[in-house]
């Protein structure tokens, strides 16, 4: 049995820059992983690369059986690996249900649309109320709920999510992992990147440290909160 | 002396609704992707030549020729920005404008090429027919190009606001990366702005072809128009476009009656100067994003 997304030796960066330097990690089918790491590691720019925003320089990104290394973000999209970006990026201007209908666009789950609908509201009750405000009004807990519930529209067999607890509040970020551990039990496969060590390897089962656009170092949750290294740096024993 | 007056307003009133139909379609391209289409009015001067060459051929009305006017000018806005535009729509706005107006400078020369630098008009007794309300004469052809350039524009605002894909629009301009973070093909969302932008002004030509002798030269015009009504009405506002529309072309009409015809374009530039003085966002301009 593969691993559901297993990225093998990845480059990327930006123009005149190199910031990965050759990643591998990989997602088990059910799983919730973590990415964890300092500012600047090239956290976003991985999430980015897997999402097909960014064109990797060299290796594989195999998602689903599928080599999605150097494909738009449609493509990615429609194969099932949803992307919640760093800062939310909703539209703002566009009500709630709009953002949402827009997250189910596409042709794996366009047919779904209404009964999606229901599902985010169900999971973000709060949405449901707010469907018909702009999404730039809500608060920033309610517009992270808004880019997840819009990941969600597109029936995700995996989802990317980049620093979500950033700018919360302690009780915002604790319903957050709730909801981020409740839609790893429907099934839904979890990349989580957090600067927010403690509480996301606490919902995951494995985690990677990356830094300078390098693993270096990756175990179970157990071992890397239990690492010295860890300890020291991320969470400041 | 009153009925002078009042037939100019009407007048002023329908031949705005076909300016705003231009000044709508630059508006949508510019809302979508931050693009100034400089060759905006040659792409109206396009679809004068068709609603030209149409009759030309078979004497039907130029209205008819919209619908190839839509689908000829969607088609070649579509293209030209995905296959060439949008390697340009995140360059600096300098070598934008040297895109737009080489476009412009290859319509021009082709329409030379083509049609000769000489006006050509369409005579027809058509053009004559008016309708009488309350004592009034309506000039017909005016008031059915005004009357389809409504509708194309409610047509437009109506897909905007209702569809998916029209709020996929919105979405790109409003948030580009967010837009791709979800899978919107923002390159389709771009071409089909251009392609868009680009049949308003492609049907805007073939309702003008009656009322204006059609000439290559005539583009540069119209771009300037477009311009004057977009920054009057309010950059990206879709609602503005329509309002200073209308404005230019009431203005227009009471210059040519109260001063003379060739006025026409000091009284658009004093309003222009006016508004950008009082009101330096235009009259609904203000708020960003396309459609609004
Ligand atoms: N558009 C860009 N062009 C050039 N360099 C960039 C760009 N975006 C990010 N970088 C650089 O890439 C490096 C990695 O950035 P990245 O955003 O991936 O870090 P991160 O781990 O997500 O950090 P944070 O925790 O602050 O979000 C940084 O040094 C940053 O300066
Ligand atoms: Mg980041």
């Not at chain 1, 309610?142 to 880019?147: I, K, R, S």
């Not at chain 2, 932008?197 to 073939?206: F, L, P, T």
Request: charge should be neutral.
């Amino acid at each position: 049995m593969s691993a559901l997304l297993s990225v093998d030796q990845l480059q990327s960066g930006y123009e005149g820059v190199a910031i990965l330097n050759g990643i591998d990690l990989h997602v088990d089918r059910g799983e919730t992983v973590a990415v964890v790491g300092a500012n600047g590691a090239g956290k976003t720019t991985l999430i980015r690369t897997l999402g097909g925003l960014l064109k990797p320089r060299a290796g594989s990104i195999l998602f689903d059986a599928k080599e999605m290394a150097g494909s738009a973000s449609d493509r990615v999209c429609e194969a099932g690996l949803a992307h919640v970006p760093e800062g939310r990026q909703l539209f703002a201007t566009l009500s709630v249900e709009d953002n949402l209908r827009l997250g189910g666009h596409l042709n794996r789950s366009r047919a779904r649309m209404v009964r999606n609908l229901t599902r985010v509201y169900d999971i973000f009750p709060r949405l449901g109320e707010r469907r018909r405000q702009q999404a730039g009004s809500l608060s920033g807990g309610e517009q992270q709920m808004v880019a997840i519930g819009r990941a969600l529209m597109a029936e995700p067999i995996l989802m990317m999510l980049d620093e979500p607890s950033l700018g919360l509040s302690p009780i915002m970020v604790a319903t957050l992992f709730d909801v981020i551990g409740q839609l790893n039990r429907d099934g839904i496969s979890i990349l989580l990147v957090e600067q927010n060590v403690a509480e996301s390897l606490a919902v995951a089962a494995r985690g990677y440290v990356l830094e300078n656009g390098e693993v270096v170092l990756a175990g179970t949750s157990a071992a890397l909160l239990g690492d010295d290294r860890v300890r020291r740096a991320y969470l400041g024993l | 002396m009153n009925e002078l007056y009042v037939g100019a307003l009407i007048n002023g009133l329908l031949i705005g609704a076909v300016y705003a139909l231009i000044a709508t379609g630059l508006n949508l391209i510019f809302g979508v992707m931050r693009v100034v289409n400089f060759a905006h009015g040659e792409m109206v001067v396009i679809g004068m030549y068709m609603g030209y060459g149409l009759w030309r051929l078979t004497g039907w009305p130029p209205i008819a020729t919209i619908p190839f006017a839509l689908i000829g000018l969607f088609a070649m806005g579509y293209g030209f920005q995905r296959w060439i535009g949008n390697a340009f729509v995140a360059r600096p706005q300098h070598v934008q404008f040297v895109l737009y107006i080489g476009l412009a400078l290859v319509i021009t020369g082709v329409h030379a090429v083509i049609f000769g630098p000489d006006p050509m008009g369409i005579q027809s007794a058509a053009s004559f027919d008016v309708y009488r309300v309350a004592g009034l004469r309506i000039d017909a052809t005016r008031l059915h190009a005004a009357l389809a350039a409504c509708v194309l524009i409610a047509l437009l605002w109506a897909w905007l606001r209702f569809s998916l894909t029209g709020k996929a629009l919105h979405a790109a301009a409003d948030n580009l990366l967010g837009a791709r973070a979800i899978g919107i093909r923002t390159n389709h969302i771009f071409a089909l702005a251009m392609g868009m932008g680009a049949a308003c002004a492609g049907a805007a030509g073939a309702l003008l072809a009656p009322l204006y002798d059609t000439q290559p030269y005539l583009a540069s015009e119209f771009t300037l128009l477009a311009f004057i009504i977009v920054i009057v009405g309010g950059l990206a506002s879709l609602p503005g476009a329509l309002l200073g529309g209308v404005l230019v072309g009431v203005a227009e009409a009471f210059a040519a009656v109260v001063i003379e015809p060739s006025a026409k374009s000091l009284f658009s530039y004093g309003l222009l100067i006016i508004v950008l003085v009082l009101m330096p966002q235009g009259l609904l301009g203000g708020r960003q994003g396309a459609g609004r």
